[in-house]
């Protein structure tokens, strides 16, 4: 486990300054969802309509906005120390002698690893996987001014995030074992032969079988010039995606009537990303040598590229709810690996309902993806998101807010989540899915951010 989670992390130690990704929502927007909220200054990085909507005119920006970590493991059994009890074993040299027990032992003990690795791997090849990820915003961003001389309202947002995911497969084509021995299937099938009881006996039958052996003598030559190591195809495959992202984005009034207003915002992103891609066989150089390299591997495999996107918002805003609709990366921003294979941030259109008490301290939110889309390292994804919080005016009452989000598509996880905002200014958010691991005692899934956001 923590090799694997060891890799995950050289695959996005470089930092790199990214808008939020989806996968991963700033801030209080974890136990929100993507609602336009009057209690966050990071609505804004979702509906870029959001940010004239507001009730506060004036500067609001983030100290350090948001900060944060999640992890996400495969459903499978046991997967914790079964991978790490595959990555222990010892693919090391057969010893042959001229003892038959000892000969029979090690076809028993081979057997008994060919047929664990492969039940494993066929199960850990579709289900299992760890998955890192982080996000942060670049401090005091975002920034978001609202003035009467600019006829609306102007939102500045750059972050950062990274996501890795990394699982142990089968050979490429599906065709070899998982593990190998390299020896004859006529003398591997003598050697585990039940009905030989004895050195002659294994002798005999060798003479008898190979042609090319006339004697005891030579018999037992053959025996002892048989020097081979048991190999394995199984390979590390990894995905992971950097994402810089700089956007800066324009909302204003559209129409204004007696029982609301209606509010239009577009946001102009240019994207940064680092795509990687790791396939290496577990069994090179030694036990640990495809860990040992991994820091190579990620640097021949990595490649950087831009494009820019484009979001596209509405909202609706009355005294006591509001109703929007958010139509992201229209252009589908796209980003290529080394080897030529292409990622793109898919078109998303994103629904948003609120309703507030008369105060606006309390807010009960819903959004929800119309339809399902990649991330840049291939996880499907389409949000929903139910949530209530109570906003206070008091520097010493905590806020509060809690929320279930669940991935329609994809992995199928849901959420619990919460959080808390203390003297106005500094939020913790977290999130854990409601499915264990199984035959461990912890989520599949946890997110938690950390910020702290002002208001002039």
Not at 375 to 384: K, P, R, V
Request: negative net charge; proline residues 3%; aromatic residues 10%.
């Amino acid at each position: 486990m923590k090799r694997l989670c060891s890799a995950l992390l050289l695959a996005l130690v470089p930092v790199a300054a990214y808008a939020a990704p989806h996968s991963h929502p700033s801030g209080p927007n974890l136990t929100f969802g993507d609602i336009s909220n009057p209690q966050t200054v990071l609505s804004v990085t979702g509906n870029p309509a959001s940010g004239a909507a507001a009730e506060q005119r004036g500067i609001r920006f983030g100290l350090l906005s948001s900060i944060g970590f999640s992890y996400e493991i495969g459903d499978m059994d046991n997967i914790i120390d079964d991978m790490d009890d595959f990555l222990e074993e010892d693919f090391g040299e057969l010893e042959f002698t001229s003892d038959l027990q000892g000969l029979q032992s090690m076809v028993r003990e081979y057997d008994r690893l060919e047929s664990r690795f492969n039940n494993f791997l066929e199960t850990v090849s579709e289900d299992g996987y760890i998955k890192l990820g982080y996000s942060a915003h670049v401090p005091l961003t975002p920034v978001v001014a609202t003035y009467d001389f600019l006829g609306g309202t102007l939102a500045l947002d750059a972050n950062f995030s990274g996501q890795g995911r990394i699982t142990i497969q089968g050979e490429q084509d599906g065709s070899a074992p998982v593990i190998s021995h390299g020896i004859d299937p006529t003398l591997w099938s003598i050697l585990g032969d039940s009905n030989i009881t004895s050195e002659a006996d294994l002798l005999a039958e060798i003479q008898d079988q190979f042609s090319e052996i006339s004697s005891p003598v030579e018999a037992q030559d053959f025996l002892d010039e048989r020097d081979t190591t048991i190999t394995t195809d199984a390979r590390i495959v990894g995905e992971a995606a950097q994402l810089r992202e700089v956007a800066l984005s324009y909302s204003g009034a559209a129409w204004h009537h007696q029982d609301g207003s209606l509010y239009l915002g577009g946001k102009l992103k240019h994207y940064s990303a680092d795509l990687t891609k790791i396939d290496k066989n577990i069994a090179d150089e030694d036990g640990d040598g495809a860990f040992d390299t991994l820091s190579d591997e990620i640097g021949e495999n990595t490649h950087n590229s831009t494009d820019f996107g484009v979001d596209l918002g509405l909202l609706w805003t009355a005294p006591n709810y509001r109703v929007g609709g958010t139509l992201v990366n229209v252009n589908e921003p796209s980003f290529r690996h080394i080897d030529g294979d292409r990622r793109s941030l898919d078109q998303q259109l994103r629904l948003e309902g609120a309703v507030f008490t008369a105060n606006r301290n309390w807010v009960f939110g819903f959004a929800y993806d119309v339809d399902s889309a990649n991330n840049l390292i291939g996880d499907e994804y389409q949000w929903m998101t139910l949530s209530a919080g109570y906003a206070t005016q008091s520097w010493w009452i905590p806020g509060v807010r809690l929320g279930y989000r669940e991935n329609l598509t994809g992995t199928k996880l849901s959420y619990i989540s919460g959080g808390i905002t203390l003297f106005r200014v500094a939020n913790l958010d977290v999130a854990y899915s409601t499915d264990s691991v199984s035959g461990e005692d912890i989520p599949r899934s946890a997110i938690v951010n950390l910020g702290l956001e002002i208001t002039f």
